[in-house]
């Protein structure tokens, strides 16, 4: 059985990420969503709030997506779950050289877990978390950015 974790923060998920799930989940048995629960940044929902978006926004549609929290190493994560591959999007260049040494590092400490990247939707290049928070923040249109589940709960947020 082919196992993935999507590692990341999801602060909210997106429809970048959406899309990445979508995919991802196409190409494997059991996808994991991996939710970072030690973020250093600090997060504008808990945990428990990003992960209820995502199983919100994921599970009626895809039978073979979990959502679980975690916190330390990823590989060790990854290790318990028994996944083989890691899954992570790519935009611009911009994010390349992070991943690129998150990649290779992750090989160093685990030979047995491959990274895989998918490029992003040319339509969500742009997109992330914090672009869609600060737009929120300031009663900005996030419709086309974020499921209806998340604009909704992020308005609740900024009310
Ligand atoms: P992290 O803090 O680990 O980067 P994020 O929640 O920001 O967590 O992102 C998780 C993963 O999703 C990363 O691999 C990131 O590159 C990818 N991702 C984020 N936004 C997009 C997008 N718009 N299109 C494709 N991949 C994306």
Sequence with gaps: MKIAIYPGSFDPVTNGHIDIIFRASAMVDKLI??????????????????????EATTHKYLKNVEVEAFSGLLVDFAAKKNASIIVRGLRAMSDFEYELQMAQTNRNLNKNIETIFLATNVHYSFLSSSVVKEIAMFGGDINSLVPPVVEEYLKTKFM
């Design 33 to 54: 969503i991996g939710v970072l629960s030690n973020v250093k940044k600090q997060p504008l929902l808990t945990v428990e709030e990003r992960i209820a978006l995502l």
